[in-house]
């Protein structure tokens, strides 16, 4: 066989890199037909729409290159696709750890991917696949067909994760779509009367001011229903934040240099403060945020970097952000690379981006990594799907928004949109409460008249 391959090479009949990959025991990938391009170009389109739960690319010549074309129809699905059926390919073991294995790792819900028939795929594939399921528990109902590749016996069938609990996992992840969507409609429905709940508690951007220590809250509780002290507060909050997280002398202050073009966190503390009916600035911790921090999660995926070290140390600008609505490309971004070398970015699940004044709409998180890739100098318009966070405001309408510093620290809320605000929500209730404003409380109030009289 290698007397055979070296003739190939000497006589011109077969290019190093064909001989190489034939040394691996691989067979050499067909061209796609004119016919096949154009079936997997719409295959990919129609799921990049997020409307269909399945994307089939099976017996596509799909190999190792066209991984990433397919995973990226995937991620700009948001949630749509639970499902990649990639059988009677190409695929090596090569592609499966540089591109099959990150994606697995950033799920949150129940997936499937078909890999049978790729008999190009050897055993090494099985232990990184193994641990990108460990990863995201293997509870969650993640499921790898591998039957047909290198892969055999106890691999297979640990791969294919098919038990009682992960059968009721999909099931739960079945009934969880379906109750999100449920809420996703009747939030919609509620769309005007929110924003007149909202109309008289707006305000304009406000400056934070100087980087000294905040003075003392104006109040020591939250002045509930009067309308100066409460526009009092909200500036004083505002300021707190500012001063926090968006000035180098602050507290929570983590960029490395100036703050970075359509960048800041003092926003968002502020608005889930007064959301929480709070006098004073809330810690990210008690809504279960963590701060980036640039000698942290900087590699997150292969050979990416975070967008947050990218825009920190100057290789990439944010030049606007605009958040409209929420789900599926809920966040219009504009990037410039300033770059000298290419710039693999990525912007990853539980990423958030804050409006920049009291606008009392919803702040949005980032769903689903997004991988994004600049040459040097370019300039990029991307679209990324995000969460609403915040139920009782309304959605974005085209507003200026900015990038934080703040991110979800637990994953288990980025399954749906209706955990997101399960999540959330229950926190403002909580503090609500401890601040003697229970929701609890109201909803007896508005039905005490009905219940008067009856008997305990």
Same mark, same amino acid.
């Given at each position: 066989r290698e007397l055979f391959l070296l003739d190939g090479v000497r006589y011109g009949c077969l290019t190093e890199s064909k001989a190489?990959?034939?040394?691996?025991?691989?067979?050499?990938?067909?061209?796609?037909?004119?016919?096949?391009?154009?079936?997997?170009?719409?295959?990919?389109?129609?799921?990049?729409?997020?409307?269909?739960?399945?994307?089939?690319?099976t017996d596509l010549k799909i190999q190792d290159s066209d991984l990433k074309r397919v995973l990226g129809a995937v991620e700009a699905a948001f949630d749509g696709v639970s499902a990649l059926l990639l059988s009677?390919?190409?695929?090596?073991?090569?592609?499966?750890?540089?591109?099959?294995?990150?994606?697995?790792?950033?799920?949150?819900?129940?997936?499937?991917?078909?890999?049978?028939?790729?008999?190009?795929?050897?055993?090494?594939?099985?232990?990184?696949?193994a641990e990108a399921v460990r990863k995201v528990r293997p509870e969650l109902g993640v499921s790898i067909d591998t039957r047909g590749t290198g892969l055999k016996g106890e691999a297979v069938m640990s791969l294919l994760n098919q038990s009682p609990e992960t059968q009721s996992a999909a099931l739960a992840a079945d009934r969880e779509r379906k109750r999100s969507a449920s809420m996703c409609a009747d939030f919609d429905a509620k769309q005007a009367a929110i924003a007149e709940g909202w109309a008289d508690q707006t305000d304009p951007p406000v400056e934070a001011g100087s980087s000294s220590a905040p003075a003392s809250p104006p109040f020591e509780k939250f002045p509930d229903?009067?309308?100066?002290?409460?526009?009092?507060?909200?500036?004083?909050? =505002?300021?707190?934040? @500012? *001063?926090?997280?968006?000035?180098?002398?602050?507290?929570?202050?983590?960029?490395?240099? /100036? +703050?970075? !073009?359509?960048?800041?966190?003092?926003?968002?503390?502020?608005?889930?403060?007064?959301?929480?009916?709070?006098?004073?600035?809330?810690?990210?911790?008690?809504?279960?945020?963590?701060?980036?921090?640039?000698?942290?999660?900087?590699?997150?995926?292969?050979?990416?970097?975070?967008?947050?070290? =990218?825009?920190?140390? @100057? *290789?990439?600008?944010?030049?606007?952000?605009?958040?409209?609505?929420?789900?599926?490309? /809920? +966040?219009? !971004?504009?990037?410039?690379?300033?770059?000298?070398?290419?710039?693999?970015?990525?912007?990853?699940?539980?990423?958030i981006f804050q409006h920049v004044s009291w606008a009392h709409r919803q702040n949005l998180m980032v769903g689903r990594a997004v991988r994004l890739q600049l040459a040097p100098g370019e300039s990029k318009e991307a679209k990324v799907g995000a969460f609403c966070m915040n139920l009782s405001c309304g959605c974005s309408a085209d507003d200026p928004m900015q990038l934080t510093a703040l991110m979800l620290a637990d994953r288990g809320p980025l399954a749906s949109q209706g955990k997101v605000w399960?999540?959330?929500?229950?926190?403002?209730?909580?503090?609500?409460?401890?601040?003697?404003?229970?929701?609890?409380?109201?909803?007896?109030?508005?039905?005490?008249?009905?219940?008067?009289?009856?008997?305990?």
């Open positions: 190489a990959w034939l040394r691996l025991n691989r067979r050499e990938v067909p061209e796609r037909t004119a016919e096949e391009e154009e079936t997997l170009a719409a295959r990919l389109k129609e799921a990049a729409t997020g409307k269909v739960a399945v994307l089939d690319v009677k390919n190409y695929i090596t073991e090569d592609g499966v750890k540089a591109h099959l294995v990150p994606f697995i790792e950033d799920l949150f819900d129940c997936f499937r991917i078909d890999l049978r028939d790729n008999p190009d795929i050897n055993c090494d594939a099985g232990p990184a696949l229903g009067d309308k100066e002290k409460l526009r009092e507060l909200r500036a004083f909050l =505002a300021r707190s934040g @500012g *001063r926090c997280y968006d000035h180098r002398d602050g507290e929570n202050w983590s960029w490395p240099k /100036a +703050l970075p !073009l359509n960048c800041g966190s003092g926003q968002l503390m502020a608005h889930f403060s007064y959301l929480s009916k709070a006098a004073q600035l809330r810690a990210p911790e008690d809504f279960k945020l963590r701060l980036w921090r640039p000698d942290g999660e900087s590699e997150p995926r292969g050979d990416g970097v975070l967008v947050h070290d =990218a825009v920190a140390n @100057g *290789r990439l600008r944010l030049t606007a952000v605009t958040g409209k609505s929420y789900g599926k490309d /809920a +966040l219009s !971004l504009k990037l410039e690379s300033r770059a000298e070398e290419p710039l693999d970015v990525v912007i990853p699940a539980g990423a399960d999540h959330f929500e229950g926190l403002f209730a909580k503090y609500r409460a401890e601040a003697g404003f229970s929701d609890d409380a109201k909803k007896k109030g508005k039905g005490g008249k009905a219940k008067k009289g009856k008997k305990k």
